[in-house]
């Protein structure tokens, strides 16, 4: 099944909510949009954007508010930290449940679905975001001299723009659903969904969350995850999260 598959409207009047955009007439092929999301390009550049590839080697990012670091594309595979695969095999039951929506799409597999995503822990590729006065910092090194950053390092999930144009956030459920190439173009975290939700909020470009995009997947649209942000915190507002 293609990555836009999902964001064709079920013919169930019940759940819409929980699809993405109708298919337009010229959207791109499922392959067209995989090839994209291989060579991604950025949903938008900003004055504190990415040195070229071998700067960002050097430092060493500060992390998100998120209970565990960052972890480098070699070293991702080979984790075996106990809290980590006790996240992951959570997931992977949402996983479980994509797949059994995908072979049947009716409310009640979409809404086990929407259960299980509530409390997961997702993993989501980030890139380094430097500074305005790091990032032009980088531009005057030279092979003799390296330039070091000297203002904080942040990661930022990394937004990918669909030829149609879309904004997608991007996630998968285990480190099994990440392609090779994919996993090596950034630094990884383990997130929880609300954490993405809340990410989502406060970003309105951003126009769906795409769950493991290589395989049967599934897309929540923006509406549905502020409804989550809003069901975690009824009174109050993204900023008190």
């Avoid at 960002?56 to 809290?83: G, R, Y």
């Avoid at 679905?113 to 305005?132: E, H, K």
Wanted: hydrophobic fraction near 40%; glycine fraction near 4%.
């Amino acid at each position: 099944m293609g990555l836009f598959d999902v964001f064709k409207k079920n013919d169930n009047s019940e759940g819409g909510e929980y699809h993405s955009m109708e298919r337009s007439a010229d959207a791109p092929t499922a392959g067209a949009v995989r090839q994209a999301v291989e060579t991604p390009a950025p949903a938008s550049t900003s004055a504190a954007s990415q040195p070229p590839r071998s700067a960002q080697q050097a430092p060493k990012p500060q992390a998100m508010d998120t209970p565990l670091p960052a972890i480098t594309p070699n070293k991702l595979m080979s984790v075996n930290n106990p809290e980590i695969l006790k996240r992951e095999d959570s997931a992977r039951v949402l996983g479980y449940f994509i797949e059994r929506y995908d072979a049947d799409k009716t409310v009640a597999n979409l809404q086990n679905c929407m259960n299980n995503f509530m409390d997961v822990w997702l993993w989501v590729p980030m890139r380094m975001q430097f500074s305005t006065k790091d990032a032009a910092g980088f531009k005057t090194q030279t092979m003799e001299r390296k330039y070091v950053p000297k203002d904080p390092v942040r990661l930022v999930p990394e937004l990918l723009k669909a030829p149609n144009g879309d904004v997608l956030y991007f996630s998968f459920t285990s480190r099994d659903e990440i392609s090779e190439s994919f996993m090596q173009k950034y630094v990884w975290m383990q997130m929880p969904s609300l954490q993405s939700s809340i990410f989502i909020a406060k970003h309105p470009e951003v126009t769906a969350i795409v769950i493991n995009p290589f395989s049967k997947n599934l897309a929540l649209k923006r509406d549905f995850m502020m409804k989550v942000v809003k069901k975690k915190n009824p009174d109050g507002t993204v900023e008190s999260l």
